[in-house]
Every structure is written in C-alpha cells, then in structure tokens.
C-alpha cells in the first residue's frame, strides 16, 4: 500500500497512543465514569468568570488531547487551538479519549468499544461542563472524526454552539471506499467485500494479513457501528449554531464533505486556503503536507482561530 495511505488509514483506526506538550497552565480536570476516568485538561483565561466554555473532542486512532499521535506524529494543533481560546478569554476542556494515552486504562480489549462509547462520553462532559459554574456557555469543537462525535453529542444536548474542523461529510464506510480506491485492483478486490459485510452488521472472518491492521476481529465491532452514522443526516438534527469549517490542502477529508455537512446543516462553509488536515499552513504535495504531522513548532493556520472565535463571540 501507499505510505501515505498506510499513515492515514492506521491512524484511523488503531486504538492506542500517547500525550505530550506544553504551554499555558492548564490544571486536571477529569470526568468520572463507571471504568474510572476520563482524563483531562482545563484552561482557564485571566480573570472573573463565568467564560465561555469549548469542549475540544480530537480525531481518531490514537490521537491524545493535544492532537498527537502515536503513528503520526506530535503537531500539538489542539493544544495550541486550547491556548488561542484561553489567550481570547475563552475557557477549553480537552481529554485523552477512553482506550487513548492517559485514558487508556478504560479500555481493557479493543473488541468492547464502540463509536456510542465516545458520543456517550462526550455527551457525559457536556453535563459536567455545565453545572461547573466558572462557564456560563458551553461549545463543542470536534476536528474529523471527532467532529461527528460532538455533532451527535450535540443532537442530545442543548449547547451554544458546535465547530467542525475537518469533519467527513459521508459514511466511514464510504470514505475508506474512496481512500482505498487508488490502490491496486488485488486490494480493493478484498476490502470492498470486507466494507460491505461490515455495513451489514455482521462481523468478517479470516481477513487476509495484509489487512490486519484495517480490520483485525477486534477493530470490527467499533467499525460496525461506526459505519451506521450518516454524518449529513446527523448534523441536520442538530438545532445549536453550526460553523463548518475545511482546508483545501487536506489529505484526508475533502472540500466537498465540508459541502455536504454545511448543506446539511443549513449553513455556509469556511474553506481556508493552504490548510491541512492538522489545521496548518502546509504545502500541497503530499509527502510535504504529512511531513508537518509531526512538526509541533509549526502554528496554527493563521486564518483558522479568526473564524473560530467570531463564532464564539458572535
């Protein structure tokens, strides 16, 4: 397979990693759940408070709080988005997701989690946000795939307002069709049945090892139903402001998903010139744009945090 394929689907769907960075204070902030706790962190502005709040739900695979992975690299982009919030007066929660870096203790097998496992928690950390009176408004900031767990999220509760960075406008299952369909026809042949007994609900035996890593038995229960959630049909249901926003230079979601998910909630995109997938400034060749994955000196897309915080302060 492709490097850069390998890179994108194993961080897609691997499920362990790691936490690192360092910047403005930050204090603890966990949430308790019946397996323990979800590890977290808070940043609070200067001041008196009650500050706007932002939930910041990171995206798959093995990606901690700062937006570092494992397989990728550290390019700290959630963590420098926290500090932007905080140095604009703007208080930010972000966590190690269950079975991921700090949190990784909550997951005992990977064959137990499912993508209801995550909507739950980030719906838990609505309810602890909002009772905690230093906030008065909570937001919700999901970059890819967590941008479909904070829209589902916020179809079950009532928030101030949701951002989707980088979030994918067509079924999982849909979207590994089309990262996989440059691949040779002796791959395709064998994922595309994989995909479509998954969509069906039923799990696949004897995946060929070279296929391991996208879909090993214990990866297929959370790809199941994962695979349920059309991400157009679920930003519709969401009644809270919706600001969607999309690089151009993304390798892994497209201009056209940030289409289908600003149509579907009723709204315009903003698409930003030169930004990548991590939400920076990066070229448009590929091995240049994976190359800052693992850059966390590189800062934000200078035109990234202006939106954000006109949405929050609007």
């Not at 360092?22 to 949430?31: I, K, R, V």
């Not at 982009?77 to 929660?93: D, N, P, Q, R």
């Not at 479909?148 to 989707?164: D, K, N, P, W, Y």
């Not at 990866?219 to 600001?243: C, H, M, N, T």
Request: net charge negative.
């Amino acid at each position: 397979m492709k490097k850069g394929l390998v890179l994108i689907m194993i961080a897609a769907l691997s499920l362990m990693g790691g936490c690192g960075g360092s910047g403005l204070p930050e204090e603890d902030y966990n949430l308790e759940v019946p397996e323990g706790e979800i590890k977290g962190s808070l940043m609070l502005p200067e001041g008196e408070g009650p500050f706007k709040v932002a939930i910041i739900h990171q995206g798959s695979g093995p990606t901690d709080r700062n937006g570092n992975s494992a397989i990728a690299g550290d390019n700290n982009s959630l963590k420098m988005l926290a500090e932007e919030l905080t140095e604009s007066g703007i208080a930010s929660v972000r966590f190690d997701k269950r079975g991921i870096a700090k949190s990784m203790s909550l997951i005992e097998k990977e064959e137990d989690l499912v993508f209801e496992d995550y909507v739950n928690d980030m719906i838990m950390w609505i309810d602890k946000v909002d009772v905690d009176e230093r906030f008065s408004e909570v937001y919700l900031i999901g970059h890819s795939e967590g941008a479909l767990i904070s829209a589902a999220a916020a179809t079950e509760r009532e928030v101030a307002g949701f951002v989707s960075l980088a979030g994918v406008g067509e079924r999982a299952s849909d979207t590994l069709r089309r990262q996989l369909s440059g691949q040779p026809e002796e791959i395709t042949s064998m994922t595309d049945p994989i995909i479509s007994e998954l969509e069906q609900g039923r799990l696949v035996d004897n995946v060929p090892d070279v296929l391991q890593s996208l879909f090993r038995d214990s990866i297929q229960p959370y790809l199941i139903s994962w695979f349920r959630y059309d991400p157009a049909e679920v930003y519709g249901k969401i009644s809270a402001p919706v600001l969607v926003v999309q690089g151009d230079n993304d390798v892994q979601v497209t201009v056209n998903d940030a289409m289908i998910l600003s149509q579907a909630a009723g709204v315009k995109p903003v698409l930003i010139t030169g930004m990548n997938h991590i939400l920076k400034d990066a070229p448009r060749d590929r091995e240049g744009n994976l190359e800052t994955y693992s850059d966390p000196d590189l800062e934000l897309h200078p035109e990234l945090m202006p939106e954000i915080l006109q949405f929050i302060n609007r």
